[in-house]
């Protein structure tokens, strides 16, 4: 008793594995048709889901083809179509594959709009569907500032081989002839057979031609009408004066500040410039035209003969023409005029005062 109680287990091991048994006794039959019936219900809901999915799918797809993609409301009637240049709606509803009829569902806006985007005219384009029948296509062009031919006495507006360029340097044909390409300057010299349009010229005299084109565009002072691009190391321009001016490649600004200011020199002067080398920045040779009045024809010098034809014509008397002479006839005058000559021959002698002769005085 002197000893401290422990806790000890009244049950061993064993004893508390039976006391977790229960004995149950289930006849196989009836297992059985437990089992079935768990399987039919799985089974028949598993069909009742799939149907009501496939009927939600037939019906939705039908219900899509009536009311969406049949539906004459939704049926594309109206595009408009808005451009600031020469693209006709023709060539631009081809190019985005929209055509009038198609369901506004259809239309894919991006195949269009890369469609467009290929054409070397357009430079940005932005569609938009106005739901339920419209669509909206506005098409911003390139803008030409000049025209680019291979030979200088190209006429650009009539020759199939031209090519109209923009301030970035790219190339392209136009359908439709405006009246303002009339007036756009033209650069030559320029090999133009490999031309592609949409191609972009970036050699170093054509973006020294186009820099000249764009910083005289806003210029009532001077225009650029040709520019010569044949050379190579140089832009010979041609002015409306015709007037030639040699531009350099580089510092195309600083050139033509220098030009406008001989400009102004040469009005206070009173003088029309003719050729101006810009190439040369110190002492830059100018020209000018002569006046009319300076400029007087003259009278050509009598060819000089040569010494041997001299000597020749000096030992060799050259005969002149006789030219036929009429003899003298004797006219009988009358009386009335022999008395005339009479009366003023003796008047003469009337008149005439006699000399004296005085002696000689010592």
Same mark, same amino acid.
């Given at each position: ?8 287990? %009244? ?12 004995? !149950?006794? !289930? ?11 768990? $399987?039919?219900? /799985? ?10 999915? %496939? ?29 600031? #240049? ?5 060539? $631009? ?15 894919? &806006?991006?195949?269009?709009?890369? #469609? ?7 430079? +940005? !384009?932005? /569609? ?5 029948? +419209? ?29 109209? $360029? *923009? ?26 057979? *490999?031309?592609?349009? #949409? ?19 806003? @210029? ?5 009408? @040709? %520019? ?17 001016? &040699?531009?350099?490649?580089?510092? $195309?600004?600083?050139?033509?500040? +220098? ?23 110190? @002492? &830059? ?68 005062? !006699? ?8």
């Amino acid at each position: 008793m002197n000893g401290k109680i422990r806790n000890q287990r %009244l049950s061993s091991n064993r004893m508390r594995k039976q006391q977790h048994l229960l004995e !149950v006794s !289930v006849r196989a039959g009836k297992a059985r048709s437990i089992r079935n019936r768990a $399987i039919a219900s /799985i089974t028949c809901k598993t069909i009742f889901f799939v149907g009501l999915a %496939l009927g939600a799918w037939i019906g939705g797809q039908e219900a899509l083809r009536r009311f969406v993609w049949e539906n004459p409301e939704l049926a594309l009637s109206d595009i408009r179509v808005s451009t600031d #240049g020469a693209l006709q709606r023709d060539q $631009i509803l081809q190019a985005g594959g929209v055509w009038a009829g198609v369901n506004i569902f259809k239309v894919d &806006t991006d195949r269009a709009r890369e #469609g467009i985007d290929k054409l070397p005219q357009v430079e +940005r !384009v932005e /569609i938009q569907i106005v739901r339920p029948n +419209r669509v909206d296509i506005t098409v911003t062009e390139r803008r030409p500032i000049a025209w680019v031919t291979e030979r200088a006495d190209e006429i650009p507006t009539a020759s199939e081989k031209s090519w109209l $360029i *923009d301030a970035r340097g790219v190339v392209m044909k136009t359908k439709r002839m405006l009246e303002e390409y009339f007036h756009l300057p033209h650069i030559s010299g320029v090999p133009v057979a *490999d031309f592609v349009a #949409g191609q972009r010229v970036n050699t170093v005299e054509m973006q020294a031609a186009l820099e000249i084109v764009r910083l005289d565009a806003d @210029n009532t002072r001077w225009q650029a009408r @040709n %520019l010569d691009l044949s050379k190579g190391y140089c832009v010979i321009v041609t002015d409306q004066n015709h007037a030639k001016i &040699t531009f350099g490649l580089d510092e $195309i600004d600083q050139q033509i500040d +220098r030009l406008l200011r001989y400009l102004d020199r040469a009005d206070a002067e009173k003088k029309e410039i003719q050729t101006v080398n810009l190439l040369v920045r110190k @002492n &830059t040779p100018v020209t000018f035209h002569v006046p009319e009045e300076d400029a007087l024809p003259t009278a050509p010098a009598p060819p000089v003969p040569p010494p041997e034809e001299k000597l020749k014509s000096r030992e060799t008397p050259v005969a002149k023409p006789v030219i036929p002479v009429a003899k003298a006839v004797p006219v009988a005058t009358p009386a009335s005029a022999k008395t005339k000559s009479d009366n003023r021959s003796s008047s003469r002698a009337k008149s005439t005062p !006699v000399s004296v002769r005085k002696p000689f005085r010592r």
